[in-house]
């Protein structure tokens, strides 16, 4: 991985951010990935981690004033980016899954863009030729990095706060406070415990998860005001925007040129 010196435009005068978004995807909650072509998208944020190794020329990851040529990458959730490739494959990682948990004991920094260890990305690149299930494309994740080291363990009542926060998708939700109970701990002192928990805030989290359903409906067959609503988004424009902001692309540009793997 090395900084580079040209500029976005003469990348995309090279034609690697010309083309549609086209390909397969896979998502359920906690893991999910894109295989195919990129196309054109704006510096974004997503509340998943990001693992991309390239399928032909190497790609560009631009974070603020870096710009970072590799063929295999780590994205943090969070971490605003802007990625500028051809055809490639993208896994994204819930930052509360057993798996992220995985994948993140294998990295010196699981807080930073960096280069994937060359094990890693060669494990990813035997994905690309799977016609698995993406059920069994997670649990293949999960035994390769369980394999190679032990996971650490989390606390016991993170799992039962994911399960409540999950189950109300789409619903009135509890109130902080309400969470906080749950477990005995005070109101602030649960937004705390929650980030150090999960890397990321409670109110992200949800609109993480809102996203993620509402995503999972369309690709299903339903429209995008009837999966924003039943997700808990406000109108198809908040959820527009919404998907805008997470994934640098409006789902009016990505969404009609993919396959679903289920």
């Known amino acids: 991985m090395r900084k580079q010196t040209r500029s976005i435009s003469n990348l995309n005068s090279q034609g690697l951010n ?10 359920e909650i906690g893991f999910a990935f894109f295989i195919g072509q990129s196309g054109e998208n704006r ?51 819930d930052p509360t899954s057993t798996l992220a948990n995985a994948l993140c004991e294998h990295l010196k920094d699981a807080q930073s863009i960096q280069a994937l260890p ?3 990305a ?10 698995s ?5 997670y649990q293949n994740c ?29 619903t009135s939700y509890s109130k902080r406070k309400e969470l906080a109970q749950q477990i005995a701990l005070s109101d602030s ?14 109110r992200s989290y949800r609109k993480w998860l ?13 429209s995008a005001i009837n999966a924003a609503h039943a997700a808990g988004f406000s109108d198809q424009a908040h959820f527009s925007r919404s998907f805008l902001a997470m994934f640098g692309v409006s789902p009016q540009s990505l969404l009609p040129h993919l396959q679903r793997r289920t």
Request: glycine fraction near 6%.
């Open 189 to 202: 002192r649960f937004s705390h415990w929650f980030r150090e928990q999960t890397g990321m805030p409670l």
């Open 18 to 27: 010309s083309q549609i978004w086209a390909g397969e995807v896979g998502i």
């Open 122 to 131: 060669d494990f990813f690149q035997t994905l690309l030729h799977s016609e």
């Open 210 to 222: 809102r996203l993620i359903v509402a995503l999972e409906m369309i690709l299903n067959g339903s």
């Open 43 to 93: 510096s974004h944020a997503h509340w998943a981690h990001q693992c991309i190794v390239r399928l032909d020329q190497p790609f560009t990851i631009i974070s603020g004033e870096t710009q970072l040529q590799a063929n295999a990458i780590f994205v943090p959730a969070g971490i605003e980016h802007r990625l500028i490739a051809t055809r490639h494959l993208s896994l994204f990682f």
């Open 142 to 170: 999960l035994g390769f990095f369980k394999h190679h080291r032990v996971i650490k363990k989390r606390d016991p009542r993170l799992p039962l706060i994911l399960q409540t926060i999950r189950q109300e998708v789409g």
């Open 118 to 120: 060359p094990r890693i």
């Open 133 to 137: 299930s993406i059920q069994n494309l």
